[in-house]
């Protein structure tokens, strides 16, 4: 349930009426409830995508993913996988891990790790795959950014995909690795590669 805070500006709003999350204001009736989202970008996650696809391809394995040859690389679907799946668990060990810390303080007592990860764990398998992150479709259109600002590219390995086992004729799965000005690229681009490739509208 999304988090509700009272506007500022209702306090001097004659008539109000607070019992029923309503106020007369000059004929108008108003909500005073306001959702706490950022005016640009929605909410937050753990991380950005970019940064996530950055490390993955360097080899480091970030949020628990697998670790990728930099030479090799990995192709397209199953770095949108290992992203999908390490917004999930960031997002489920952050959900545990404040149950527990109001579990803790309600029982006065200290924190333990054996909750947290069963928690963890219960959330993990309960929260649908969809639910955190974009969808492949966004992923790919996010992705030729990165290759159009050149810091990603085909490594020439390719395989065939499950595609192609219905349409021969369909794209196989082509391995990607950073370029070197992918590699040289500062944290402030990779946060926001639309940016770095249209500059500020």
């Known amino acids: 349930m999304p988090a509700l805070i009272q506007p500022l ?15 007369n204001c000059g004929g108008r009736i108003r909500a005073l409830v306001e959702l706490l989202k950022p005016t640009r970008g929605g909410f937050l996650r753990p991380f950005g995508c970019g940064w996530f696809i950055r490390g993955l391809l360097m080899g480091h394995g970030p949020y628990g993913s697998p670790i990728v040859d930099p030479e090799v690389g990995s192709p397209q679907a199953d770095i949108f996988h290992h992203y999908k799946m390490a917004l999930l668990q960031a997002t489920a060990l952050d959900r545990a891990t404040r149950q527990e810390e ?42 030729s950014t990165l290759q159009r600002l050149g810091w990603v590219e085909p490594t020439g390995r390719e395989e065939p995909s499950a595609f192609q086992g219905n349409y021969p004729a369909g794209p196989p799965r ?5 370029t070197p000005a992918g590699k040289e690229a500062r944290d402030q681009a990779w946060a926001n590669p639309q940016v770095a490739l249209y500059g500020k509208g």
């Open 102 to 143: 109001r579990q803790a303080r309600r029982e006065k007592r200290l924190l333990s790790p054996d909750n947290i990860e069963g928690l963890t764990e219960k959330y993990l398998a309960h929260m649908p795959y969809k639910a955190n992150g974009c969808r492949y479709h966004s992923f790919v259109v996010y992705f």
């Open 174 to 178: 082509k391995y990607y690795r950073l």
């Open 9 to 23: 500006n209702t306090e001097r709003c004659p008539g109000r009426n607070t019992a029923n999350g309503m106020t």
